[in-house]
């Protein structure tokens, strides 16, 4: 019987090489751990429409954390303690109480609501002080996302924090695109956070499968244009009459990579685009300015 138990043990612990959330209590780097509510937080610093902040959430595999107990509260507590610039309010979740209303005049958000409602509706908010009140709204703010460790993404197979990873036999990696459009500093951001970076394209069977994978990839909010997703490189801006030299996240210029076809006249470096591309019609590369807001493609190898 003992016997039994040692073998059943054994099999366990062996067959899991890096334990989900539930087990490691371990999360997206970005995500801090809770023992008392067993959950992991994100306090999101950038101020933001109300709108927003639920789908910002999700793409991390989380939500609107909605103030359930104590611990929560407490936990909002100390991370505003690290913060003492971010003002006195965060969005939180609508945990169907009544609130007293928040006396602290807010700072009207100036863009135009995208909706008539959420101009006239009232939103709850956490306070700095530890209380949890509700507010119009028509503002922005910073938020905090929760999951629970019971429901933290994680793809064993990948051996990623996050959701919808596609493998590709052809490659021997899983791919994603997220379901947000942010700058390409953002975008790496993103994927380093799951535990996988923007893609890098080393052969030309990974430039079909990323053909494949933009085809079918349904468009995300915000993007400036539909038909790009930054990927892995980019060019330090020139000095004087220097060339624009591309490289990879990993340092390796393109060739070194193993894949440096271009998509018709690009690099074409208009105004200083110096962030790497792929484009959705023939999967080739593309520069794009940096600063803009495209979709993007996050790629984790799988150990053999
Ligand atoms: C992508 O590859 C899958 C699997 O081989 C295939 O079923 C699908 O039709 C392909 N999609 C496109 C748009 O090529
Ligand atoms: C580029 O700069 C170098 C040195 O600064 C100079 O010698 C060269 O003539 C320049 N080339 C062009 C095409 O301007
Ligand atoms: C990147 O590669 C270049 C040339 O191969 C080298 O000079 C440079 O130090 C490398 N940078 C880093 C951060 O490793
Ligand atoms: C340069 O490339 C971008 C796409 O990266 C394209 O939108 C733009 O029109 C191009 N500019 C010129 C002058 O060809
Ligand atoms: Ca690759
Ligand atoms: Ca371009």
Known sequence: MKNCVILVLCFVFSSSEAPSPQVSKQYRTDYEYNRKTDAFYKLHIETTPHYLVQPLCQVEGAELMVPRSDYDIEQMHAMFKKFPDIGNYVWVGNDGKNHESAEEEPIINLEEPPSFSDKFSTCVVGTRTGDVESSVCYRALPFICKVSAMDAPYDRHC?????????????????????????WSEA???????????????????????????????????????????????????VGNETVVFKTIFNETLSQAGYESWADNEP??????????????DGKLNDLHCHDTFAFICEKEVSS
């Open 159 to 183: 051996n990623v924090y996050g959701r919808d990873y596609k493998y590709y036999a052809s490659t021997g990696s899983c791919y994603k695109i997220p379901n947000i459009a942010f700058p």
């Open 268 to 281: 074409n470096n208009s105004n200083g685009e110096y962030c790497g591309s792929i484009f959705l019609n």
């Open 188 to 238: 790496y951001a993103e994927c380093q956070a799951e535990g996988a970076h923007l893609v890098v394209v080393n052969s030309e069977a990974e430039h079909l499968a990323m053909k494949n994978l933009t085809a079918a990839a349904p468009k995300v909010r915000g993007a400036k244009a539909s038909y790009f997703f930054f990927a892995g490189f980019r060019a330090q801006k020139p």
